[in-house]
T-cell receptor
């Protein structure tokens, strides 16, 4: 395991379609995060999992967004009825438990809604 | 590759000079801080971290300084190289999530 893996790297979709992204964290990490990043901005927190439990959701995560981590390993982020404002880089990160440790990021999924 | 941070504050330094990137954080309860480097089209890459019980930490060619009194963090890069060109973000953590600052674009001039 060489790091956090995200698929796909790029996704172009038409407005109104549903999209799903996958994140495979570093295998021994039980914390998993989703962030969104738009041009000129730092990553914005969306949601956080500890094992399979989703412990916090940002108010940025509207009802059209849902994230899961069913077995405490990989995670999926689904966006329903995509809007042009959803166009962004979606980043996944993972970290280990046990105090303050760095989060390792994947390469991100670039979503373009046309 | 796609550019990140087209309208970010920019710091231009001559190759071989030292760079200092500054960051102000917001939450006085934050007790862990990280600097990340992000190259175009890639995810943020960990550089160095510091806990709130320290005011300085050194890595290879990088030093982070923490001033809790004024909630200020800085990243110093010694002998800046072309490969250091990127956007740099500071992030703070008080519980479990990491809150990122706006970022600074570092340009290294040959």
């Amino acid at each position: 395991d060489t790091g956090v893996s995200q698929n796909p790297r790029h996704k172009i979709t038409k407005r109104g379609q549903n999209v799903t992204f996958r994140c495979d964290p570093i295998s021994e990490h039980n914390r998993l995060y989703w962030y969104r990043q738009t041009l000129g901005q730092g990553p914005e927190f969306l949601t956080y999992f500890q094992n399979e439990a989703q412990l916090e959701k940002s108010r940025l995560l509207s009802d059209r967004f849902s994230a899961e981590r069913p077995k405490g390993s990989f995670s999926t982020l689904e966006i329903q009825r995509t809007e042009q404002g959803d166009s962004a880089m979606y980043l996944c990160a993972s970290s280990s438990e046990g105090g303050r440790t760095e989060a390792f990021f994947g390469q991100g999924t670039r979503l373009t809604v046309v | 590759g796609e550019s990140v941070g087209l309208h970010l504050p920019t710091l231009s330094v001559q190759e071989g000079d030292n760079s200092i990137i500054n960051c102000a954080y917001s939450n006085s309860a934050s007790d862990y801080f990280i600097w990340y480097k992000q190259e175009s089209g890639k995810g943020p890459q960990f550089i160095i971290d510091i806990r709130s019980n320290m005011d300085k930490r050194q890595g290879q060619r990088v030093t982070v300084l923490l001033n809790k009194t004024v909630k200020h963090l800085s990243l110093q890069i010694a002998a800046t190289q072309p490969g250091d060109s990127a956007v740099y973000f500071c992030a703070e953590s008080g519980t479990y999530k990491y809150i990122f600052g706006t970022g600074t674009r570092l340009k290294v001039l040959a």
